[in-house]
């Protein structure tokens, strides 16, 4: 190398070295910016097409609906605000609509019911980001955009399938195009569906109308597969046989369509998932949502169970044809003979789907624009001012002259459009924040959007209680966030180092996370509404037929037994190891369930959930006294007491000892539990099964004493141990249906809003998937006695009873109705209102009484926030987190919060795991 | 024969061979992507339009009500009557269904779209380990079995042997984390391919790349220049006269770059590849994410498209540095005379 060569080469290096220590600064020292990280990058954030939570990232800052929720005054739940209406809906009564409008949408009916048109009155302050004012002129093409067919928008449905159905909607929507539909509904009385193809679909997945027909509204699932599932052992033989066959046929026609490569595969069933099916017992009810051609059957060498079990032997397998689906569906809804035509020859039609050729719609659509501010919709189905306002908390509004200049020709016909995807200029935002860079797989940068009505209304301020933040007792603005600044990080580890060195502010943490930082005052969980409990199995026959040689099962029988095994959990250390994020829980119904749906009063925090714990561990976990010598105990919380669960488990133990009962536990035998998991090898199970197995034998090691100091086990008896034997077993609850298990995990939750409807699962006699199996058909002999109604008279009822009470007989009524029109109504409405919850207390604690059902966990995930920031409340509200980024402040700027970090030498991991609780 | 003629006729003769190698793996891996279930479900708003592009493109018919794969022979000769007709509307080479941006965009431009941060953390890695590693190698020849080049040797080995990957975390926490000199996650493209914010942030990646690359170049180096130092002709070049970096310069590195230049080719045309892993460790928005995501999602003609992307580049690659051997030594004699 030459001398000049060498010289280049320095010049270069030194001008990058130089470029790379003088790089531009996007920083500006006074804004506040919210750094965040996604783990994988939405495609797209058009509200007509979103599908998973990441596509619906974006629109959450850059949209807002008509209304929206927001923390109420006390902070334990939410009020509803206008933000793109000026107003709550206003009802139009039947009678003040024109001749034009009943033609249009109500000819059949003759005219709308109540409820069933509205007026939205438009804030005149909204704009686009670019300053566009937005009229109703806007939303009337955003909804035609939305319905058109020839897009076959996926978010469509959202306006007629759900409380808000606008008429003509799914018309339009379907017009011209060839769907499948369910068969139920559409059927006249010769048994033929007009217009169809004479194909039809067997869907065991799919909701249908015949199913929910059955079950009421209410169910949580429609699906065939349900029916056949929950009714097959209540039915006759003939019957039983039949749901069999038509499962095992169904499951076996999707084997070889997956062989055929032939399935879609959903976020639920995945090609490995198939790929370990090796009979139709291994096919979930999450994996059936497919439609098959009844001809298929004819077609394919399809098999089903011969007897009335999921036996897949050879010997007790048979071909199945179309014949014999046909006549299986007929026997089985004969049997059901409930529904129109369930008796006629063509019954086996009325569980079914069929291609129909939808009609060319020339029809209006249910929307419009009475002038510039104010839309009117016409829906097909009632809806109550509260729902609608929970359905126009989201919007469909698009800037429709860039989303039809962004529309192509779809390759497979039809149109697509790019609004919404891949780069900025694609978009235009009306929210809160404007979306300023996208760069897919990379960062997403959103930042005031200036134009937004809610800067200058007035109306968009809070005051701060909360005593970590400087701004205590102040009144300040919504939303003080100026940027939001998302980068796509996929490894899990980066991102906790980023957040340690103070480049992000949260964190989602996984079970090893919370090791360190399980008792942060920083942390913070967002609950689901499920709860994770051990479910025992306590019928003494069953137990006894499951037991062989020196292994004893029927211990599980014994109420103390089973109360001495609750009480050694210690569910906060549960909760910390076994998972990540999930709060130790007392009770079946967690802090999201809803008392009053309008209000968001949570069922916990009224006056009969908190009655719970007490009613249940009053004198076990949290109590001082030994409920056997009055001595005293240390306190210990959440239902664990270990010295008063090894006298649970002695008692127990020594009452069994005592039996005479052909199978009670005998000296010298070991409690072997057989516990059926999803998947025994996986990181959490094992963790809950180690800490249990610990908690259960340290219990029963001090029982042991007990009973030797009781001189029930002579000092050279063995004394008694207990383990788990865990069994990978993907479809446990089916396991434990059957009652062919110990103990299982179960985990039940339901929508928020209803917890009487999910009190279901423990109270209903006829409920199919009881997972505590001594229980289970015996809700209905097993009684309880409280006065549910206040008026000094006890009253006994069954559990099932007491359930179909309070979730069917007992009805409130609108909640706002009631408001508006005071007195009489709102003081039935009130008593009605405490009737149900009285019972749903009672119900509650009566099942927890049993220690057959024993919660663990309330399931939650949870993340860090950093010291930048505070929530508006520490107490998780339904629908509203902890207040969100509205009433979120910062407490520090750009500037303070580097320097702070800078005080830390750059890691503040120390600090936000010694970070204390907040009050 | 011409020397200039034979020449010619074994660079024809490795292009055909190229092609020939080409379309075979070419077919192997249509032919097994296109054996692969169809995902219906993703990307479309409904199945039935995703069965019509099928349809369409040639993949599959309707029989009735259902879709039947056509098979693979009839398939190929579809994708290459669209790929070579001028008339057909639509992508050519298939379509993204799930890594792209826009729902259906062609393969291709998603990857050319990634190609930025790749080629530029690959250029910046040649620039940094090619003279560092031939510098070590000269360093080491001329200090050849001293304790030096023992030294040197070992964390040579030692390099070599550990994957990249591990120095990547190793780095990316000592100088992003415990020091904090350095970014953790390369910049966005908002910040300007050739900015010093970039430059900055592309270091730690850079770096993790080069130490294998450091590593082989210097161990080759050594070799042949070692080689060449012990020459007669090294010999004679001091007994006439030269000094001894003279001779070394003059004479021994110049014929010792003979095979290593090749290797420097190589390395040029490999610039367009990514590192999976290393792109996603630092985030690089690059190709490497690409292909991860075309085979996690399932995303075929994406995979197929990278796949045979790499696959020329690699052919191509392997076809120059065999002919630049003859290029660069003329007494390298390319092709065969009777």
Request: charged share 20%; with cysteine; hydrophobic share 40%.
């Amino acid at each position: 190398m030459n001398k000049k060569s060498a010289a280049i080469l320095l010049v270069s290096a030194t001008t990058l070295i130089g470029l790379a220590s003088c790089g531009p600064s996007s920083n500006n020292n006074n804004l506040h910016t919210y750094n965040t990280y996604l783990s994988t990058s939405p495609t797209n954030w058009n509200v007509h097409n979103w599908q998973t939570a990441d596509e619906s990232y974006v629109q959450s800052f850059t949209e807002i609906g008509f209304y929206d929720t927001v923390l109420n005054d006390a902070r334990d739940g939410y009020d509803f605000v206008t933000e793109m209406a000026s107003a709550f809906p206003e009802m139009v009564a039947p009678g003040d609509l024109s001749d034009e409008e009943v033609n249009a949408f109500y000819s059949e009916a003759g005219n709308a019911d109540e409820k069933m048109v509205w007026d939205i009155k438009l804030n005149k302050d909204a704009v686009w980001e670019d300053g566009t004012p937005i009229k109703a002129a806007d939303y009337v093409q955003s909804m035609q955009l939305q319905l058109d067919p020839d897009y076959a928008n996926y978010r469509a449905d959202s306006y007629y399938n759900g409380n808000l159905v606008i008429a003509n909607a799914e018309k339009i929507y379907k017009s011209g195009r060839q769907t499948i539909e369910a068969a139920y509904g559409h059927l006249n009385n010769k048994g033929n569906v007009p217009n169809d193809s004479g194909i039809y679909y067997i869907n065991l997945g799919r909701d249908t109308a015949y199913v929910s027909n059955i079950f009421g509204e209410d169910a949580s699932s429609s699906s065939f597969y349900t029916l056949l599932n929950q009714r097959a052992s209540k039915g006759s033989d003939a019957m039983e046989l039949a749901a069999k066959r038509i499962t095992n046929g169904f499951a076996n026609m999707l084997m070889i369509k997956f062989k055929q490569g032939k399935l879609k595969f959903t976020s639920e069933d995945k090609p490995e998932d198939w790929e370990k099916v090796s009979k139709p017992s291994d096919v979930k009810s999450d994996w059936m949502n497919y439609n098959i051609d009844l001809t298929e059957f004819d077609n394919e060498e399809v098999m089903t169970v011969k007897t009335n079990s999921d036996d897949w032997s050879e010997s007790n397998r048979t071909r199945y044809t179309m014949a014999a689906l046909k006549k299986d569906l007929s026997t089985f809804v004969a049997a059901m003979n409930r529904g129109e035509g369930s008796t006629a020859s063509y019954n086996w039609k009325l569980p079914l789907f069929t291609l129909i050729t939808n009609d060319d719609f020339e029809g209006q659509m249910g929307l419009k624009a009475i002038d510039d501010y104010t839309l009117r919709l016409y829906l097909a189905k009632q809806i109550s001012s509260l729902d609608l306002r929970f359905a126009l908390s989201s919007n469909w509004l698009v800037k429709t002259d860039l989303y039809e200049k962004l529309t192509s020709q779809s390759a497979g016909g039809g149109l697509q459009t790019k609004y919404a995807s891949n780069a900025v200029e694609n978009y235009m935002s009306y929210g809160p924040y404007k979306l300023t860079y996208f760069e897919a797989g990379k960062e997403i940068k959103m930042e005031k959007n200036e134009k937004w009505y809610g800067y200058k209304d007035g109306k968009h301020t809070f005051t701060v209680h909360n005593s970590n933040s400087k701004f205590n007792g102040k009144t300040i603005d919504e939303f003080q966030m100026d940027v939001i600044d998302t980068k796509i990080i996929q490894t899990h580890e980066t991102a906790v180092a980023e957040f340690e060195a103070g480049r992000l502010d949260d964190i989602d943490l996984n079970v090893n996370d919370m090791k360190k930082y399980g008792q942060s005052g920083r942390r913070s969980t967002t609950y689901e509404s499920y709860t994770q409990k051990i479910s025992l199995n306590s019928d003494f026959e069953k137990l006894a037929s499951r037991q062989s040689g020196s292994i004893n099962k029927t211990i599980l029988a014994n109420a103390d037994f089973r109360k001495g095994l609750s009480l050694a959990i210690n569910r906060n250390e549960f909760a910390a190891q076994a998972t990540a994020g999930s709060k130790a829980s007392t009770n079946l119904l967690n802090d999201l369930y809803l008392a009053n749906n309008a209000t968001g009063e949570s069922y916990r925090s009224t006056k009969q959930g908190k009655t719970v714990y007490g009613s249940v561990y009053n004198h076990l976990g949290g109590s001082s006294i030994d409920e056997e010598s009055g001595a005293a105990l240390a306190e210990d919380k959440n239902g664990f007491n270990a010295t008063l669960a090894a006298q649970y488990l002695a008692k127990g133990l020594k009452t069994e000892l005592e039996s005479t009962r052909a199978g009670s536990i005998s000296k010298g035998q070991s409690i072997e539990l057989d516990f059926p998991v999803y998947d025994e090898k996986s990181a959490n199970t094992i963790a809950a099964d180690t800490l249990i197995n610990a908690s259960w034998t340290a219990a029963i090691t001090k029982a042991n004493a007990i009973l030797v100091s009781e001189g029930v086990l002579g000092a050279g008896d063995p004394g008694f141990s207990i383990k788990t034997k865990m069994i990978q077993d993907q479809d446990y609850y089916t396991s434990a249906k059957n009652g062919a298990y110990e103990m299982i995990f179960s985990i039940w939750g339901g929508a928020a809003i209803n917890p009487y409807g999910l009190m279901e699962v423990y109270a209903k006699t006829t409920f199919e998937s009881t997972c505590e199996y001594g229980f289970k058909g015996h809700q209905g002999s097993t009684y309880l006695t409280f006065d549910y109604d206040e008026d000094g008279t006890e009253e006994k009822k069954s559990f099932n009873d007491w359930y179909e009470m309070m979730a069917n007989t007992l009805v409130e009524g609108d909640y706002e109705d009631a408001v508006k029109a005071g007195g009489a109504k709102l003081a039935e409405w009130s008593k009605i209102h405490e009737q149900k919850l009285n019972i749903l207390s009672h119900v509650e604690a009566g099942i927890l009484n049993r220690f057959e059902a024993i919660p663990l966990v309330a399931r939650g995930t949870s993340s860090l926030r950093s010291f930048k920031i505070e929530n508006a409340t520490d107490t998780y509200v339904s629908l509203i987190g902890y207040g969100g980024i509205r009433k979120m402040t910062f407490e520090y700027d750009d500037g303070a919060w580097s320097d702070l970090v800078k005080s830390y030498n750059g890691n503040l991991s120390t600090a936000y795991a010694g970070a204390g609780a907040e009050d | 024969m011409s020397k200039t003629k034979q020449t010619l006729i074994y660079i024809l003769q490795r292009l055909a061979l190229m092609v020939l190698t080409f379309l075979v793996i070419f077919f192997i891996c249509f032919a097994l992507v296109r054996m692969l279930p169809v995902n219906p479900g993703q990307g479309m708003n409904d199945p039935e339009t995703f069965w019509k592009m099928m349809v369409n493109q040639g993949r599959y018919r309707k029989v009735g009500n259902e879709y039947v794969a056509i098979p693979v022979l009839e398939q190929l000769g579809t994708f290459l009557k669209q790929l070579f007709d001028p008339t057909f509307k639509g992508s050519r080479l298939g379509y993204a269904y799930h890594v792209s941006g826009y729902w259906l965009e062609s393969p291709a431009s998603v990857l050319f779209s990634k190609m930025p941060p790749t080629i530029l953390i690959n250029i910046y890695s040649v620039i940094f380990s090619v003279p560092l590693g031939i510098g070590i190698g000269i360093f080491m020849a001329l200090k050849k079995n001293k304790w030096e080049d023992t030294v040197l040797s070992i964390l040579i080995m030692v390099t070599i042997s550990v994957p990249s990957f591990v120095y990547a975390f190793m780095l990316q926490y000592l100088f992003a984390y415990v020091w904090q000199i350095l970014p953790a996650q390369t910049a966005s493209a908002s910040a300007g391919w050739l900015s010093g914010e970039m430059f900055k942030s592309m270091l730690l990646p850079v770096l993790s790349m080069s130490f294998g690359s450091i590593a082989g170049y210097a161990r080759y180096t050594r070799a042949e220049l070692t080689e060449v130092l012990t020459s007669d002709f090294m010999l004679l070049a001091r007994t006439k006269g030269l000094t001894r970096t003279q001779a070394t310069v003059r004479h021994a590195f110049r014929n010792s770059l003979v095979p290593i230049f090749p290797m420097l080719l190589g390395e040029i045309i490999s610039v367009l590849s990514g590192s999976l892993i290393i792109e996603n460790i630092f985030g690089v928005n690059g190709v490497g994410a690409v292909y991860l995501n075309a085979i996690t999602t399932r995303d075929y003609d994406v995979f197929q498209f990278v796949s045979m992307f790499y696959i020329s580049i690699g052919l191509i690659g392997t076809l120059v540095v065999d002919i630049s051997y003859g290029l660069v030594d003329p007494r390298i004699r390319m092709g065969s005379s009777k």
